[in-house]
Structures are given as C-alpha cells and as structure tokens.
C-alpha cells in the first residue's frame, strides 16, 4: 500500500493550478479544511470554482479565499454567515450556483459513485427545475447568468406518479477535507458533525487531500470505524488536535439565581 502522508499542506496542495475546481468539506465551521485552505490563499491560486455546503464566515475558512478575490463560482446551498459572500455575489463579482442541500450532497456522493446523474422530487416546480434562477449579476443589477431549465420525468416508484427533476453528479479537480482521525492509507474516522459533507466532498474529487488530527500507522484503526475508505483520498497531512476550531453562532444560558446558579456558565 501507498504511503499517502505529504509533510506539508503546502506541499499537498502545491500542483493545483489556477481555474481548478475543488469540492471543500465542512459544514457550517465544523470540520473546515483550514490547513489545505491556508496553503492555497499563500501560493496564490485563483479563479477557483469551489463546491462546498457554505463559503465560510467572513474571513475564516473558504471565506478567506473568497475575501482574497480567488474564487470566480461557488456551488452551495447556503450563502450564511458571510456579508462578503453576499456582496461579491449582488455586485456580479462571483457565480453562485444555489443547490438544495440534500440535492447537493447527492450529487457530491454520485460523482464519487460513479453515477452521472438521477432524477429526485427536489426542486420540481421552481425556478431550480425550470431556471431562471440568477447565477450571476451584471454590474447594473441585471441578471447576466441564469441557470438553464433541467429534465424533468414522471416517474411512479411505488405505483405513485410524480415528476422528478434530472440533476448531474459532481467531479472535481480536487477535494480538501478535514477528518479527526487517519492513518497512512487515507482510511478516515470523522467526529461528529464533521461527517456531514466531508465524505461525499473527498468521493467527489479526482485528488483528494485530507487534514487528519492525528495520523496513526496501518491497522490501528478499526475496519468498523473507518468512516471513509482509503481508494478516496490521495493525500494526508497530520495538523494536530490543538487547530483552532471556531464556533460560528455561540449560545450559553443565562446565570439563574436559583439552584442553578451553581452550575458552570455555559453548562
């Protein structure tokens, strides 16, 4: 078996050139592949198309790249937390190809399945399955991009007929994604809410490239804990468990004067 670990995210992200397309893990601020990240913003790629649930925050995670004027189109399904996100997209600075979540994640695990596209229910009816939708504006406030109508099919799984609308699986050039746990084959255990579309995002992408916090030897891991499979993931960089992870909507009850009062705030 290959030894997949590079000494440096620098290093495992050093042949991606300007123009790729990347499939980004994360969900929210949970699991970020900041290292991966960090690398590319300081070699300078840019014209990136990125897929990832969310851009980030302002000025953490993907919302790094995107403060830095690197990335030309993002495929989401949430804009969030982030004002620059939100004024670069209105402004006709980046092309924003809004994707319903569920229909986003299934069209990352089928490019990394092998499967060119399928039908689903999601959509039917709107502007997603009959375009129109703005992709990207004019400097006036024009709609100079739209997305264009999809097929749609009357299907009758069960005896019920309805319409689905057709979607395309996803391949990218590469995938960064972040895993808690990994060992020198690329097998990773994900914590949490981490599993959410790191994943599908490493299965989509022709290269992968994973941040583990801990990296151990071959046959350390339990086969039955093993979240994602080596065959997906091309590259592994060790960043340790003592990265800074942010929060991105922190919420703590309020001290009561009751009994209560005793416990440790946030609690």
Not at 150 to 176: C, H, M, N, Q
Not at 200 to 229: F, R, S, Y
Not at 239 to 257: A, C, F, L
Request: proline content about 5%; aromatic content about 6%; charged content about 20%.
């Amino acid at each position: 078996m290959i030894d997949k670990q590079y000494a440096s995210a620098a290093a495992a992200v050093a042949d991606i050139p300007d123009g790729a397309s990347i499939a980004a893990g994360g969900f929210g601020l949970s699991g970020n592949p900041t290292a991966p990240i960090e690398a590319i913003l300081a070699q300078g790629t840019t014209d990136l198309s990125v897929v990832s649930n969310n851009c980030g925050v302002d000025a953490w995670g993907l919302g790094r790249l995107l403060a830095a004027g690197r990335i030309r189109k993002v495929t989401a399904s949430y804009v969030g937390e982030n004002r620059e996100f939100e004024r670069q997209f209105l402004a006709g600075e980046i092309e924003l190809e809004l994707t319903p979540q569920g229909t986003l994640a299934e069209k990352l695990r089928a490019g990394g399945a092998g499967i060119a596209a399928f039908y689903t229910q999601t959509g039917v009816g709107t502007q997603v399955a009959e375009g129109g939708l703005p992709r990207r504006y004019a400097a006036d406030g024009s709609v100079a991009i739209a997305s264009e109508p999809k097929d749609v099919r009357t299907f009758a799984p069960g005896g019920v007929p309805a319409e689905y609308v057709l979607e395309e699986s996803i391949v990218t050039d590469f995938a960064i994604v972040h895993a808690m746990r990994g060992d020198r084959h690329g097998n990773l255990v994900f914590h949490r809410a981490a599993r959410n579309f790191n994943p599908i995002a490493a299965m989509a992408g022709t290269v992968c490239i994973a941040q583990v916090e801990e990296l151990v030897e071959p046959g350390e891991l339990d086969p039955d804990e093993v979240h994602l499979p080596g065959i997906y993931v091309h590259r592994i960089v060790e960043v340790g468990g003592d990265i800074e992870k942010r929060i991105e909507k922190r919420t703590v009850r309020e001290r009561t004067t009751d009994a209560g009062a005793n416990a440790p705030e946030g609690a």
